[in-house]
């Protein structure tokens, strides 16, 4: 069981990028969805998660206030939007969920997550 992650690209200092995140195996309504990053030569870093039992959100001090994690239930999808975009966001963006913790709460990734997206890379730089 995979998850489908894309929407990067390169984009200057202050863009706005949507990532997507989708599965065709599952319903990804009923469960916690998370972005996880990981820049050159740094470790993975949880950025942005929304719960599986409410939608509640989550998000990691660095990107407050500039991403937005958000559900359609009918695309079977989960965005990210990203705005105000900084060289330090540059990373592999990774959509991931643990399969099972049905309606999980976040951070998701305080879990095994157990299926993953193929990573989408988005540059932030002029």
């Known amino acids: 069981v995979q998850l489908q992650a894309f929407g990067g690209g390169l984009v200057q200092p202050g863009g706005s990028l949507r990532l997507s995140c989708s599965a065709s195996?599952?319903?990804?309504?009923?469960?916690?969805i998370g972005w996880i990053r990981q820049a050159p030569g740094k470790e993975r870093e949880g950025v942005s998660c929304?719960?599986?039992?409410?939608?509640?959100?989550y998000y990691a001090d660095s990107v407050k206030g500039r991403f937005t994690i958000s559900r359609d239930n009918a695309k079977n999808t989960v965005y990210l939007q990203m705005n105000s975009l900084k060289p330090e966001d540059t990373a592999v963006y990774y959509c991931?969920?643990?399969?099972?913790?049905?309606?999980?709460?976040?951070?998701?990734?305080?879990?095994?997550?157990?299926?993953w997206g193929q990573g989408t890379l988005v540059t932030v730089s002029s």
């Open positions: 991931a969920t643990d399969l099972l913790s049905y309606g999980g709460s976040c951070p998701i990734w305080d879990n095994p997550l157990d299926a």
């Open positions: 195996a599952f319903t990804l309504e009923y469960f916690a």
């Open positions: 929304i719960s599986g039992d409410d939608d509640s959100t």
